[in-house]
T-cell receptor, first 114, second 110 residues
Framework: NAGVTQTPKFRVLKTGQSMTLLCAQDMNHEYMYWYRQDPGMGLRLIHYSVGEGTTAKGEVPDGYNVSRLKKQNFLLGLESAAPSQTSVYFC?????????????FGPGTRLTVT | GIQVEQSPPDLILQEGANSTLRCNFSDSVNNLQWFHQNPWGQLINLFYIPSGTKQNGRLSATTVATERYSLLYISSSQTTDSGVYFCAVEQKTSGSRLTFGEGTQLTVNP
């Protein structure tokens, strides 16, 4: 049981390049989330999904797109990277079924945009 | 949206000391979690505690939901306890989104 995994762990992009971050969970969770963490701050929600085929905007969605084609995977895309998107990105998942709202986090992806 | 305030922002301890970290929140919550972010950036789930008291080894947490605060107790601190402690809450009306506080930076010196 790997929990929540993220690919890649590190990435350096040039301004204007695109990339996709992959999050996978093997806990059969309905809900998945993407957060970003900037230096000295807590995490902020970018986008989330309450089930396969659904996505919704969080607190800081601009410049990002997401897709949830399979229940176990949640992809975060940057179409045209900007230096302001330099951050650490965390994925999380939860059952979201009202029994327990606990969120489980992946190890993070450190992204630098130059 | 919900406001989450953590105190103190910074804390320096000698190994073996005890400490209490506080999290205040401004509205009713479905979820409250405490995390430890270690110096390598990993987020480690400490407690899922929307109400009540839990203990895990040297750590314990109490949430008083009616008064909108939670406390994290660390006893007999060790250098490996160093890092940032985050409180995060899910507002009952927010649709399953965690809002994080700004964290408490804990340094435990040998």
């Amino acid at each position: 049981n790997a929990g929540v995994t993220q690919t890649p762990k590190f990435r350096v992009l040039k301004t204007g390049q695109s990339m996709t971050l992959l999050c996978a969970q093997d806990m059969n969770h309905e809900y998945m989330y993407w957060y970003r963490q900037d230096p000295g701050m807590g995490l902020r929600l970018i986008h989330y999904s309450v089930g396969e085929g659904t996505t919704a905007k969080g607190e800081v969605p601009d410049g990002y797109n997401v897709s949830r084609l399979k229940k176990q995977n949640f992809l975060l895309g940057l179409e045209s990277a900007a230096p302001s998107q330099t951050s650490v990105y965390f994925c999380a998942s939860s059952t979201g079924l009202g029994v327990s709202y606990e969120q489980y986090f992946g190890p993070g992806t450190r992204l630098t945009v130059t | 949206g919900i406001q989450v305030e953590q105190s103190p922002p910074d804390l320096i301890l000698q190994e073996g000391a005890n400490s209490t970290l506080r999290c205040n929140f401004s509205d009713s919550v479905n979820n409250l979690q405490w995390f430890h972010q270690n110096p390598w950036g990993q987020l480690i789930n400490l407690f899922y505690i929307p109400s009540g008291t839990k203990q895990n080894g040297r750590l314990s947490a109490t949430t008083v939901a009616t008064e909108r605060y939670s406390l994290l107790y660390i006893s007999s601190s060790q250098t490996t306890d160093s890092g940032v402690y985050f409180c995060a809450v899910e507002q009952k009306t927010s649709g399953s989104r965690l809002t994080f506080g700004e964290g408490t930076q804990l340094t435990v010196n040998p």
